[in-house]
């Protein structure tokens, strides 16, 4: 039976709070509703009295969610669009995020982010958060691209003590399929490599690992071998595995699909130039999506975010260097 | 007495008036929601059915070139009677380039700022605090008549932003008028599980500002409430809550079945249809004929299709045209 990215959530969420007492989900429209996206179906049927509807008052429900943390519960909050964390982004870096560093105390919780784009959504339902939190000391940011990953991931970020980011993509929530969920994944924290290559590495992750292994399947039939590495999790980044790849390939791109202006793709172009300057044979590429806010119109999106035929221009011009 | 006829006059052109912003509201909506059904209108469609006559009546209530009016996703009725041009919610749907968003953002994110119709974001409650802004520019500018209005749901009483507004306006003792529609869901979130007290108009109290409460079902109950609370706010009695108490007799977007709303619950006075409501009252109170109904319907349903056709025909954004810039001054980011 094949399982979708979407439900992978919901059976992660559900096993956590079939093993651990002290898990809860506190968001708006999660408990008889299941969420906006249906990530909860059924589970406060199954959990009674531990899957709550939250009045909207996202700076309160995270404050809710720090306070059960520092008292042994582990929260799963969901935000109904990533783009609404805003309201809850002090909570989140200055309290949340210090926590453990100020007290010695952990503030174990994951804040689910349907983050990313989908034709139509426009600028208040489609933005990608990862390089904002990720810029915080004292958070671990995940951004999953595999329905096997959507799974584990989720897992780990609940059993982490540290606060945990979690940005899942809306747009891969149906289109992605899988027949299994794994029996075993790899630890937050490391990078996998999605397409081994020799002419270039593409450094992405999210729904952008998807683009870019198009991209790279349309390159191969030119002759070239890309290598796709997923991150898997924004930060802790795996710049080891960045590099091993650099090195075989001697071409960075990185891809993300949050705006341009700093955020993880330069942070990687950063790492690898400063600690394998001497492995690239071209200048490190980034693409990002457009300095404007997201579009509405679909003609306008397409164009505002990186897709698998603007990666392909970019590692075309790359690859020419 | 010469007097009482003219104010009779007035209110019965008032209800009439309302009365036709509603059936335009409810024609075009219906026409938006067969139009995302059929896939030609993408991302949310969010109908005010239901919530015409609490809308309506604060948007005749106040004047376009003088007041604000910060409308949110079901003021469809509101926005039209304060003074938006039909095709403006035609051509942000359908996305066209010669609509006041131009492609850039959709269907309610829309308005015309420059005249007093701020273009809300999604995030609840941000637009009350905007709307104070706004007043007290005026202030600033010596123009100490305009009124703004700011509406809200049940579910955005609950933000912070919300909160921090109201009592930043009953500070500066602003010409606010809060209209919250209570129509007993925030999606999917009845009104118990946003909040504990009795009545949201006992809030007003507590931030030290002036409450109404109404049936939002009644559109002539409406447009006395709104019509007083908007004369009190220009008065200099300050800030104004008005509470309407209705039901969403829709989903809580188009994609939405509502299967959650209790079937008991919409057989309550609170889901009374207020356009069906409204025509009745004014057929009773002899203030129109139902062939004159029956004509408006005729008329609103003829403005919505040349609207709808208008904006189909209109250009559509195109990438390449694009400056793909966020700046407004000439400076590199
Ligand atoms: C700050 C914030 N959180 C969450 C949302 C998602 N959201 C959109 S509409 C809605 C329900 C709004 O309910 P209410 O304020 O009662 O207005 P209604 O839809 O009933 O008219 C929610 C939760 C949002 N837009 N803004």
């Not at chain 1, 720090?66 to 042994?72: H, M, R, V």
């Amino acid at each position: 039976m094949a399982l979708t990215y979407l439900e992978a959530i919901r059976e992660a969420q559900h096993r956590a709070l079939s093993t651990d007492p002290s898990v809860f989900i506190y968001g708006q429209d999660v408990a008889v509703f299941g969420g906006a996206f249906k990530a909860t179906k059924n589970l406060s049927r199954e959990y009674p009295g531990r899957v709550l509807d939250a009045p909207i008052s996202e700076d309160a429900i995270l404050g809710v969610a720090i306070g059960a943390a520092l008292e042994g519960m582990r929260p799963i909050v969901e935000m109904q669009f990533a783009d609404f964390s805003s309201l809850a982004f002090n909570q989140i870096v200055n309290q949340a995020a210090t926590h453990f560093w100020r007290t010695g105390v952990p503030c174990p919780l994951v804040v689910r982010l349907p983050s990313g784009g989908t034709p139509g959504s426009g600028p208040f339902h489609s933005q990608m958060m990862e390089s904002i939190y990720a810029h915080y000391p004292g958070l671990v940011v995940l951004t999953p691209a595999t329905v096997g990953d959507a799974y584990s991931m989720l897992l780990e970020a609940i059993a982490l003590d540290d606060p945990v980011i979690f940005c899942e993509h809306k747009f891969l929530y149906y289109h992605l399929k899988e027949e299994a969920l794994p029996q075993e994944s790899l630890p937050v924290g490391k990078a996998r490599i999605a397409r081994m290559g020799r002419h270039a590495s593409v450094v992405t992750y999210s729904a952008m690992v998807h683009e870019a292994l198009r991209a790279a399947a349309d390159l191969a039939l030119e002759g070239y071998e890309i290598e796709i590495i997923d991150l898997r999790s924004v930060k802790p980044i795996d710049s080891d595995t960045v590099l091993a790849s650099v090195a075989r390939t001697g071409r960075l791109l990185c891809v993300g699909e949050s705006f341009p202006w700093g955020g993880v793709c330069a942070e990687v172009v950063a790492r690898v130039v400063a600690d394998g300057f001497n492995l690239l044979d071209a200048p490190p590429q980034r693409l990002n999506a457009r300095d404007t806010p997201i579009p509405y119109h679909p003609n306008l999106w397409a164009a505002h975010r990186p897709t698998a035929s603007a990666i392909a221009e970019s590692l075309r011009r790359l690859l020419r260097f | 007495m010469p007097e009482v006829s003219v104010a009779a006059v007035a209110e019965a052109e008032r209800l009439r008036g309302a009365y036709r912003w509603m059936l335009l509201a409810r024609r075009l909506e219906e026409k938006i929601s067969s139009l995302y059904h059929s896939g030609k209108i993408v991302g949310g469609v969010y109908l005010g059915r239901g919530q015409e006559a609490f809308s309506a009546a604060l948007g005749v209530s106040l004047w376009r070139g003088r007041d604000i009016f910060a409308p949110l996703i079901r003021d469809m009725a509101g926005r039209l009677a304060f003074g938006e041009p039909l095709l403006d919610p035609a051509r942000t749907y359908l996305g066209s380039v010669l609509g006041p968003m131009r492609g850039r953002d959709g269907n309610i994110h829309r308005g015309r700022p420059a005249e007093g119709m701020p273009a809300m974001i999604s995030h609840l409650g941000s637009m009350v605090s905007v709307v104070c802004g706004m007043l007290m520019a005026r202030r600033f500018k010596g123009d100490l008549e305009a009124v703004g209005a700011a509406c809200v749901g049940d579910g955005a009483t609950s933000t912070g932003a919300f909160h921090e507004a109201v009592n930043l306006a009953a500070v500066e003792r602003l010409p606010l008028v809060i209209a919250v529609a209570n129509n007993q869901f925030a999606y999917s979130t009845p009104t118990e599980r946003q909040f504990a007290c009795r009545d949201l108009t006992d809030r007003a109290a507590g931030y030290g500002i002036e409450g109404h409460a109404v049936d939002g079902t009644d559109l002539a109950e409406c447009l006395m409430v709104f019509e007083h609370a908007v004369a009190r706010a220009r008065a200099g009695h300050g800030p104004q809550l008005v509470v309407g108490t209705l039901l969403r007799l829709t989903g809580h977007g188009a994609h939405d079945d509502a299967a959650y709303v209790p079937e008991a619950l919409k057989r309550t006075p609170l889901g009374r249809d207020c356009l069906e409501r409204a025509g009745q009252h004014l057929i009773t109170r002899g203030l129109a004929t139902p062939e004159e109904l029956d004509r408006w319907d005729r008329e609103v349903t003829e403005e919505v299709r040349q609207a709808v056709a208008t904006a189909q025909q209109d250009p559509v954004p195109e990438a390449a045209g694009e400056t793909w810039r966020a700046l407004c001054s000439d400076l590199q980011p």
